[in-house]
């Protein structure tokens, strides 16, 4: 059996099998069971709630993609885990951080990347770019849309329309664009930089960990990055009122993006951000995986949350 198929049936088994709630270290974790959704496929959403919540504090909010990636890696299909609950939970604890809670939202594995990739870009490219990327491949062959259309637009509608609103109405958050964020992973990073694009009075602050800028599996002839760089230069919200934190290794997939990422810092100067409101951050030696990501995750949620 080749490993890729192998692991396509993991992720499968994930979304198609009976809710599997994450357990935590810290905390502990309220589940909505595919959530219904008009704009997109039902997925699982896990919150995640500090140990001591209660109804009387207001949490901060921080919205993460690919949640079953997260808290557990016992339901994984690559056992490794963000450990977010034991991260956020020693920063709270240290008063380093604003109270909060999260909100990890499942990917469904097939769908991810119809999700993910920066839906107004893409159209932007002519008609056969658009299937020069619909239709590429993985490195081992397999496809990476897998028929599904583009509908990152849908996507961060059901964040902001659907999600937001009913966290709002069952947790104790501050609902403001100061007290909420987003952030994610690889093509996580790309949609959580989208995502404060598309909807700045929304979102205070994205973490793009591994911004994946080739959007596929390639750089030659990829017309993506391109296209990602001019719409961020023209869509960057102000960086009066927004933060937004970069970085990058140089290991597996993380070795593509060191070129993108330098444009897009480029760009973040030319727009008016600085140490206070931007951070971009190189790790020597780090590969494109949660263990990676794990390590460093406390940059970026201090970045965004620290206590001023």
Known sequence: MK???????????VIVAPAQVPQVSAGSI????????????????????????????????????????LFDNSINWNKQEWEVDETVNRLVKEQKIKDCIVVAIWNTG?????????????????????????????????????????HSDNYLKFLVKE????????????????????????MGGLISLYAICEYPAVFGGAACISTHWPGVF??????????????LKLHLPSPVNHKIYFDYG?????????????????????KGFNKNNWHTEFFPGANHSEGAWRERFDIPVLFLLGKQ
């Open 218 to 231: 390639t750089t030659v002839n990829n017309p993506l990055p391109a296209v990602f760089l001019k719409y």
């Open 3 to 13: 490993p890729f198929f192998f692991v396509s049936c993991l992720i499968l088994l």
């Open 250 to 270: 140089d290991a597996t997939l993380d070795s593509m993006y060191k070129p993108y990422q330098q444009k897009a810092d480029a760009i973040m100067k030319q």
């Open 30 to 69: 309220k589940q909505v069971e595919n959530f219904p959704s008009k704009f997109v496929t039902a997925r699982n959403v896990d919150v995640w709630l500090p140990h001591g919540y209660n109804a009387v504090k207001k949490y901060a909010v921080l919205y993460m993609h690919d949640g079953q990636m």
């Open 163 to 186: 999600v937001k609103p009913f966290i709002d109405s069952n947790f104790s958050t501050l609902k403001d664009r100061a007290n909420t964020f987003i952030a994610g992973s690889s």
């Open 110 to 150: 097939t769908g991810r990347h119809a999700d993910y990739l920066p839906q107004k870009p893409f159209e932007t490219l002519t008609r056969k770019q658009q299937d020069s990327v619909y239709f590429s491949s993985r490195t081992n062959g397999a496809g990476i849309f897998n028929g599904i259309k583009i």
